[in-house]
């Protein structure tokens, strides 16, 4: 009689065991495929929104750039890069964007679609940068079709 139980009781075992390895193995591979659904949900956010985030040249003299927003989404400030002849422009973009103004102020922190985007070039274009082109990188894009004027 002992020999018929202990099959049962390590068929009954084996099926447990084989309960919990599915249920752990499901979690696991759950998990896995949730976050690398959020991860690809992020990122196709975020190349949406630099789409969107579009510049166009209006104006370049010795004194300064001015760029509009032609895109639909606003643009901060500090994602919007000025290089003179490759180099950035130290009074213009990044973190020290103290010199580029939004429409007449420096107050905004982002361009709404539409508005100017003006940096001071202070003197950048004389000397060597002479003739240089201007480039200008937005997150949607980036436009170099002007030169520093050479007087």
Known sequence: ???GITPVI?????LLITI???GFATIFFQSIVTTGGEQARNASQQTSSRVLQVIEFVVASKDSISVKNSGAANILKEDI?????GSPVPTCGGTSSGDVLIGNSAEPAEAAPGQLIT????GVCDGDNSGKSITVAAPGNSITDKACPTA
């Open 1 to 3: 009689m002992k020999k």
């Open 10 to 14: 390590a068929i009954i075992l084996l």
């Open 20 to 22: 919990a390895v599915i």
């Open 81 to 85: 890069s000025f290089l003179v002849g």
């Open 119 to 122: 940096c001071s070039l202070d």
